[in-house]
Antibody, heavy 127, light 110 residues
Framework: QVQLQESGPGLVKPSQTLSLTCTVSGGSISSGSYYWSWIRQPAGKGLEWIGRIYTSGSTNYNPSLKSRVTISVDTSKNQFSLKLSSVTAADTAVYYC???????????????????WGQGTTVTVSS | SYVLTQPPSVSVAPGQTARITCGGN??????VHWYQQKPGQAPVLVVYDDSDRPSGIPERFSGSNSGNTATLTISRVEAGDEADYYC?????????????FGGGTKLTVL
């Protein structure tokens, strides 16, 4: 079955850019009706959606982070990536990647939720 | 932006029924998903599209959604159900459609 694995630096300096990659294994990132999302969770707090990408390159971002976020996809490597610029201590969190299933009906776009998650990777912003 | 409101905590004795609510403006018109997250682990989808269960999720987990409240119901609660639970919707009502999570509810099994 499909598995996701996050990778990237665990420590980032303030004002720099956080970069993470999610590798999809056990299936093609291009097959099926899926978006590919990034979610983060500060220690002891709730889940915050960062954004998502479709394999066409179409993206949606959390409005509160949109100015600092770029999500990209590399179908040849079966990966998608997150870049978050100008980081501060408030960006310290566990970062998850996830698969977001969707469908269309008579009402238009509908989603089925995030059915596969990576294990998460901890990113600390500190000098 | 769209807001989902969950109670911070719910407590229930083993064998009883736990109900976790998720409030939102006309949430009944949206598709609601529920995740279970145990300490140190990634979230797991337990209910999607208001009331469907992914394969491998026990029938004890069920969901409903109407009006301004969606509810996750866990029947015959077990100690292993103790976890944080999050509701989630896709909000397409604004110019910037996005995923929205509730603040989470900690389920304590007494």
């Amino acid at each position: 079955q499909v598995q996701l694995q996050e990778s990237g630096p665990g420590l980032v300096k303030p004002s720099q850019t956080l970069s993470l990659t999610c590798t999809v294994s056990g299936g093609s990132i291009s097959s099926g009706s899926y978006y590919w999302s990034w979610i983060r969770q500060p220690a002891g707090k709730g889940l915050e959606w960062i954004g998502r990408i479709y394999t066409s390159g179409s993206t949606n971002y959390n409005p509160s982070l949109k100015s600092r976020v770029t999500i990209s996809v590399d179908t040849s490597k079966n990966q998608f990536s997150l870049k978050l610029s100008s980081v501060t201590a408030a960006d310290t969190a566990v970062y998850y990647c996830a698969r977001d299933r969707y469908y269309y009906d008579s009402s238009g776009y509908q989603d089925y939720g995030m059915d596969v998650w990576g294990q998460g990777t901890t990113v600390t912003v500190s000098s | 932006s769209y807001v989902l409101t969950q109670p911070p905590s719910v407590s229930v004795a083993p064998g009883q029924t736990a109900r976790i609510t998720c409030g939102g403006n006309n949430i009944g018109s949206k598709s609601v998903h529920w995740y279970q997250q145990k300490p140190g682990q990634a979230p797991v989808l337990v209910v999607y599209d208001d009331s469907d269960r992914p394969s491998g999720i026990p029938e004890r987990f069920s969901g409903s959604n109407s009006g301004n409240t969606a509810t996750l119901t866990i029947s015959r609660v077990e100690a292993g159900d103790e976890a944080d639970y999050y509701c989630q919707v896709w909000d397409s009502s604004s110019d910037h459609p996005c995923v929205v999570f509730g603040g989470g509810t900690k389920l304590t099994v007494l």
